[in-house]
Nanobody, 118 residues
Framework: QVQLQESGPGLVKPSQTLSLTCTVS??????????WSWIRQPPGKGLEWMGV???????YYSPSLKSRTSISRDTSKNMFSLQLSSVTPEDTAVYYC??????????WGQGTQVTVSS
């Protein structure tokens, strides 16, 4: 059974870069059946898809976040990462890493709270 675990700082200062890592166990991130996404949920708001990295390393990003977002991976460690630059308090959210199958989120990490504040 696949498990996803987010890790990273819970507090980031405005204008800095938010960096999170998702460690995957029970499935290889290079399996062509799946893609791997980051999704976030700001307080009191709905879920927001941020981007995806496919089994072959190709990435796609939300148009609204594309200029500030980068998703990368380390296949040797079976993990993928999120970087969001120039953060503001509006980037405060619970961040989830997610396994995607047939374009549908199937498996979620537990989520990690990130607060942007000075």
């Amino acid at each position: 059974q696949v498990q996803l675990q987010e890790s990273g700082p819970g507090l980031v200062k405005p204008s800095q870069t938010l960096s999170l890592t998702c460690t995957v166990s029970g499935e290889s991130i290079t399996n062509s059946d799946y893609a791997w996404s980051w999704i976030r949920q700001p307080p009191g708001k709905g879920l927001e898809w941020m981007g995806v990295i496919h089994y072959d390393g190709i990435t796609y990003y939300s148009p609204s976040l594309k200029s500030r977002t980068s998703i990368s991976r380390d296949t040797s460690k079976n993990m993928f990462s999120l970087q969001l630059s120039s953060v503001t308090p509006e980037d405060t959210a619970v961040y989830y890493c997610v396994r995607i199958s047939w374009r549908v989120p199937r498996d979620w990490g537990q989520g990690t709270q990130v607060t942007v504040s000075s």
